[in-house]
């Protein structure tokens, strides 16, 4: 069966909403599409995290054909996101953005993920997504949040 690559950030968010709070729940674009994508493809992930990362917290995705060995751990912080969320959910308020160890990200493809034929480029600077594609040996089909 084809697969999917997503290059994109793994992040710590906090978020707090008329109701309720919770903080340094898992989140971040390569876990949000991966998430979904995982019930129709396998998918791979490339991304970075720190060393306050706990590799458990992906287990569940693992668990749905979600492959990780492209996630970079590296000293220093995971980033990390906080907002605030208004009562009709659409409006939303961002408290802090800690890029940490997401701001020296380099994405670096593994030669085994270079011929995935599908790729979606999260939400990354437009010259990471640059880089990646020129790592990339011709996907079938390729997405971008930009």
């Not at 458990?56 to 980033?79: A, C, H």
């Not at 208004?86 to 593994?110: C, G, Q, S, W």
Request: hydrophobic share 40%; charged share 25%.
């Amino acid at each position: 069966m084809d697969s999917v690559l997503v290059v994109g950030s793994v992040a710590y968010d906090s978020v707090e909403t008329p109701e309720a709070k919770v903080e340094d729940a898992l989140g971040g674009s390569a876990i949000y599409f991966s998430a979904a994508a995982s019930l129709f493809v396998p998918v791979k992930v490339v991304a970075i995290v720190g060393d306050d990362f706990n590799p458990e917290d992906v287990d569940y995705l693992k668990s749905k054909r979600v492959d990780f060995k492209g996630m970079q751990q590296v000293p220093g912080k995971t980033f990390r996101w906080g907002g605030r969320y208004a009562r009709d959910m659409n409006h939303r308020e961002t408290l802090y953005t800690h890029l940490n160890v997401f701001e020296k990200f380099d994405p670096d493809i593994p030669a085994e993920y270079r011929d995935t034929p599908f790729l979606f480029l999260a939400n990354i600077q437009p010259e990471l997504q640059q880089c990646v594609l020129e790592q990339m040996k011709r996907p079938k089909f390729t997405m971008l949040d930009t």
